[in-house]
């Protein structure tokens, strides 16, 4: 689906007319029917939902009648207020003869100038309801230029309009069209994104009587909803708790365990992904997953969860292809809930070397771990993951083996002692000025591990008292820490980066 800017989008939406508007058309009317597509950005991940919004029927409010805006949300997701199986009431609307639309939310008593559509060009308005209820500002409208264009069978004005608040100069904002309202929809007539970037509006579609008027000719519907995460695999709330083997620097004992979560959601090559920890990403699509390969920048078969005895598919790792091959296919129960495994042996490129080897469980995955000998192809020798302790799901144990806990511990079974936990190491999260402060415990060496066994900093840290790291090639997310030397008992502990 591809996108353009505004200015280009309303070339499209609109061709100019040249006949002096009729009367004007009011925008609050019963039955009129708006279809808004909202789109998260920025730091959030890119999901798009359908929000209706209808008019229907009178209400008098300190002696005024307004008229009852009705909202159903197409879906329910992690950054929105949830989806409702009808329309529900969520404002009062009204407009006066002269061409002012006024909102009031239904969980407020105050109520918002939406438009004026007797403004002049060059005429200023300060407007109040251009952010969500709770992050309200004044922002100051500008009507920059007013036309006459053939839209949804007749001739309207349409008012191009710009903003400015304490923060910004004037800057293209928004589209009104009379009888319609903006582009962005019905109550984003003066929306302006607020910081970080988090939401956007585009009208989709405007009905009257149920009889479509207008269609967004970017979409070829009036329905967008790409916020669904696969309904099997990877969904939010989903944990993998392995056991594992370290082939780092310590190895009394050697054994330690990890959590794998889903941490959010992106939008890559126009798929929704389950974003998994920090790097990985998949999708899934009739019971096929597919995971996203950054080496190749492409989609490759992680699991097929509709293969049968024989039946192969490719898969690649960093530079790797692997033949992934069924050998068996069983099912087996767990806590009540019973999953079909597949049993399966990985070739490398010859076709005849054994990779790896292992049962897969549908909805769960590979049971050495989610991607399976990724650090082998890549020429590292990692952590061995020996088997999943559990699975779970918002919380629910769907998945757990053995007499062990699901709760993850640093590696090689090293205590946190309080001094660890406390004051050692601060701020934890690291601060935005980049560095982590170290309180001295005769340490030698600091190591900096990820939750994956891998060694990503060391430092010599000897006769320091105090120090600080600065947070450079480290990503975001949790790490290991351990502080080791002659004359202290070797300390680790976990901090994260924001």
Not at 107 to 121: A, E, I, S
Not at 136 to 143: A, F, M, P
Request: with cysteine; charged share 20%; proline share 4%.
């Amino acid at each position: 689906m591809k996108k353009t800017t505004k200015t280009i989008l309303m070339l499209l939406l609109f061709v100019a007319g040249t006949v002096k508007a009729q009367d004007y058309l009011p925008v609050v009317k019963d039955n009129a029917e708006w279809n808004i597509m909202w789109q998260s950005t920025s730091s959030w991940p890119t999901i798009r939902i359908t929000e209706s919004l209808r008019i229907d029927g009178d209400t008098l409010v300190n002696d005024m009648y307004y008229k009852k805006v009705m909202r159903l949300l197409s879906s329910e997701g992690p950054h929105w207020p949830g989806n409702t199986e009808e329309h529900e009431l969520y404002g009062l609307i009204r407009e006066e003869p002269e061409g002012k639309v006024f909102y009031q939310p239904i969980n407020q008593d105050t109520v918002y100038l939406l438009y004026d559509f007797n403004m002049n060009v060059n005429d200023t308005v300060v407007m109040s309801w251009c952010q969500s209820p709770d992050t309200l500002w004044d922002v100051t409208i500008r009507i920059d230029s007013i036309t006459t264009q053939y839209i949804a069978g007749m001739d309207r004005q349409v008012f191009y309009v710009s903003s400015k608040d304490a923060y910004s100069d004037w800057r293209w904002l928004n589209t009104w069209v009379e009888g319609i309202g903006a582009t962005e929809g019905l109550l984003y007539s003066c929306h302006v994104v607020s910081a970080g970037g988090i939401t956007l509006h585009e009208l989709l579609c405007y009905h009257e009587d149920d009889e479509l008027l207008y269609m967004n000719p970017e979409y070829d519907t009036c329905v967008v909803d790409m916020n669904p995460l696969p309904q099997d695999f990877a969904p939010l709330g989903a944990e993998w708790y392995f056991h594992m083997e370290s082939q780092g620097p310590v190895t009394d004992p050697p054994f330690y365990y990890i959590r794998m979560s889903v941490t959010g959601l992106a939008e890559i090559q126009g798929h929704v992904c389950s974003k998994i920890d920090l790097h990985d990403y998949v999708y899934e699509e009739n019971h096929v997953v597919y995971w996203y390969n950054q080496t190749n920048d492409a989609f490759t078969v992680l699991y097929d969860f509709n293969a049968e005895e024989g039946d192969t598919w490719y898969c690649d790792v960093g530079e790797c292809t692997f033949l992934v091959t069924v050998q068996s296919v069983d099912s087996v129960t767990w806590n009540g809930h019973t999953y079909r495994t597949q049993y399966v042996t990985a070739y490398s490129d010859d076709g005849q070397t054994p990779a790896f080897n292992g049962r897969i469980f549908e909805k769960i995955g590979y049971e050495f771990g989610l991607f399976p000998d990724r650090f082998a192809c890549d020429g590292f020798d990692g952590p061995d993951y020996l088997y999943m302790r559990c699975y779970v799901e918002n919380g629910e144990i769907l998945y757990h083996e053995g007499d062990y806990d699901c709760d993850y511990v640093v590696p090689n079974g090293i205590d946190e002692n309080d001094t660890a936990k406390g004051s050692l190491v601060y701020p934890n999260p690291i601060s935005e000025s980049g560095t982590l402060n170290f309180e001295q415990l005769n340490a030698d060496e600091l190591t900096i591990i990820t939750v994956d066994g891998r060694i990503v900093r060391k430092e010599n840290v000897k006769g320091l008292s105090s120090f600080n790291i600065e947070k450079r090639d480290l990503d975001a997310g949790l790490y290991f820490y351990m502080l080791s030397g002659e004359n202290m008992k070797t300390v680790v502990g976990k901090m994260c980066i924001k």
